[in-house]
């Protein structure tokens, strides 16, 4: 079996090659007119020291524990820029006692039961890939250890409806192999986050995370009929149903609830049938505003492209989808049962009415989104965790922050965004930085913004320097009406500055309530969207 990385994204045997490597010390040196970059090396796991587990494993539950040192070192932490640059610098100081993989429903109760009597901390691992400190296991002193439970053995679908067109699938199963089995059938799920190699169901029904639909079907809030979640306090099971307006949603309670009341153990969701018609096309514009009206005019359409991206110059430059002369919005329309040329067609009308530039889509193959700039922006988009692990061996910060926010305030909102970003690292960093922006996601009351930037540091300075920049983008995004997250979780990242002030404190109390209810010892994720009830679970941040 490959060995996933315990420093950065993915294998231990994918890494840049050293003309990339060397392609990337240049452009540092470059940008930030330096003589000499240095690297650290990749760090090794013989040369990591991780203190002695805590915890005596209890009787029954042995076989299902691990002391393993690469899974102890694994679970530490999750994918962010501080994960990784922490674990390239060989700071292990809190990581799980044990790594707990169960194999049934029965023993992630019994796990429970025991970490409920003894104080100890349990923390839900589904594929690592959170970016936000969700699955960090530095829980603070109120415990006496921490496990690091992973769902991994949890894998099978368990049925399909095929003529409802749902299946019951259990909450461990990873992104290839759910599509996989799925394919066997003619189904699909069609939610492709970026970590959709390296996340689990579970993961995503925890995070509320958004997926390949940039329109209609972003969130995996649109696939859940049901689900089951395992608590301290005992389980619930939804009832399966296409809809209903029987009281305050237990579905909707469990997602984006992040761990912290229970574990999501399985969940019955909407499937499609596999798209065999497609449509794409790529628009060019050279003003901003006419590239934003022609998108949230696409998405008050009721054309529902699947795909419908905006990347501002900058962006498109940096990713190689263009010069830098102009925007780029990049188009995709799928089906699997009727032809979609004349939806494409309706959209490149609306955006020839702003002023869009575009090739004429009956000149172009079918795999147009593959290819040109959209198929190079595609590259990018794929490489970017592996260039940024290699950016952080340097000590060099790049990053992204993305949100929310509503039509009538969206062009000031990211013009002023980009600019008061580009300051606030200015001013902590002394040099310059670029910040792009693209559209991820669009609806027809708003938009998603998602933020890209680099920041010089040096690898001992990079952890504190990123730090001050999340507080203050944190801050930034919220003080003008944004959401401090749209798709990437709150964890523990996004709560000093923004979600903490974000949420309505009489909500607050609702959640601290009802997790007392579900999780009376506060075992559950501690210090992850709420602090438990009459305890404060200390953030690294602040």
């Not at 589904?126 to 699955?135: D, F, I, R």
């Not at 079907?217 to 209903?244: A, K, N």
């Not at 990053?399 to 580009?422: L, M, N, P, Q």
Request: charged share 25%; aromatic share 8%.
């Amino acid at each position: 079996m490959k060995v996933r990385k315990f420093w950065g994204w993915g294998y231990e045997d994918e890494l840049l090659s050293e003309e990339e490597e060397n392609s990337i010390d240049k452009r540092i040196a470059s940008t930030f007119q330096l003589d000499s970059v240095e690297r650290i090396d990749i760090p090794k796991v013989n040369d990591i020291e991780l203190s002695k587990s805590k915890l005596i494993p209890p009787k029954g539950l042995e076989d299902i524990l691990s002391d393993d040192k690469l899974e102890r070192l694994n679970h530490t932490y999750g994918k962010s820029f501080p994960d990784s640059a922490r674990s390239i610098l060989g700071k292990f100081p809190f990581p799980p006692d044990f790594v707990a993989f169960p194999k049934s429903e029965d023993d992630i109760s019994n796990i429970l039961d025991w970490a409920s009597l003894n104080d100890v901390a349990v923390i839900p691992y589904g594929g690592g890939s959170s970016v936000c400190g969700g699955v960090e296991t530095d829980v603070g002193e109120d415990f006496k250890g921490v496990i690091s439970l992973d769902m991994k053995n949890l894998d099978q679908i368990i049925e399909i409806d095929k003529e409802s067109r749902t299946a019951l699938i259990q909450g461990g199963i990873f992104g290839p192999d759910l599509e996989s089995k799925l394919k066997e059938h003619e189904l699909t799920m069609r939610h492709y986050p970026q970590s959709f190699e390296f996340s689990t169901l579970g993961g995503w029904i925890a995070t509320r995370s958004g997926g390949h639909y940039a329109t209609l079907y972003t969130h995996i809030d649109d696939f859940v009929e049901s689900l089951t979640m395992i608590t301290p306090s005992g389980s619930f099971e939804t009832r399966r149903l296409p809809g209903s307006g029987a009281g305050p949603s237990p579905d909707r309670f469990a997602i984006g609830s992040e761990g912290i009341m229970g574990i999501i153990t399985s969940a019955s969701m909407r499937l499609q049938d596999r798209p065999t018609f497609r449509a794409s096309s790529t628009v060019e514009f050279e003003d901003y505003q006419d590239a934003l009206n022609t998108l949230r005019q696409i998405s008050q359409s009721g054309l529902f492209p699947a795909n419908c991206r905006l990347l501002d110059s900058s962006e498109a430059l940096l990713n190689g989808a263009g010069d830098g002369s102009r925007h780029l919005l990049i188009l995709s329309f799928e089906s699997a049962d009727h032809d979609k040329s004349h939806a494409l067609e309706r959209a490149l009308e609306i955006a020839a009415e702003n002023k869009g530039l575009y090739e004429d889509p009956q000149t172009q193959s079918k795999d147009a989104h593959r290819s040109g700039s959209s198929g190079n922006w595609r590259s990018s988009f794929i490489k970017a965790p592996y260039l940024r692990e290699s950016f952080t061996r340097r000590g060099i910060i790049q990053d992204t922050f993305e949100t929310a926010i509503t039509w009538d305030k969206s062009f000031e909102f990211i013009k002023d965004v980009k600019e008061e970003t580009a300051r606030i690292i200015k001013r902590i960093t002394g040099k310059s930085s670029l910040v792009t922006c693209r559209i991820t996601h669009s609806y027809p009351d708003g938009l998603a913004p998602y933020f890209t930037f680099g920041a010089y540091a040096t690898p001992e300075t990079m952890i504190d320097i990123w730090k001050e920049i999340k507080l203050a983008t944190n801050e930034l995004c919220n003080s003008k009406g944004g959401t401090v997250t749209h798709h990437h979780a709150v964890g523990r990242d996004h709560r000093p500055n923004g979600y903490d002030k974000q949420r309505p404190e009489l909500f607050n109390r609702v959640l601290v309530s009802a997790k007392s209810t579900l999780d009376p010892k506060g075992i559950m994720n501690p210090g992850v969207l709420i602090d438990p009830k009459d305890k404060t679970i200390k953030n690294w941040m602040t």
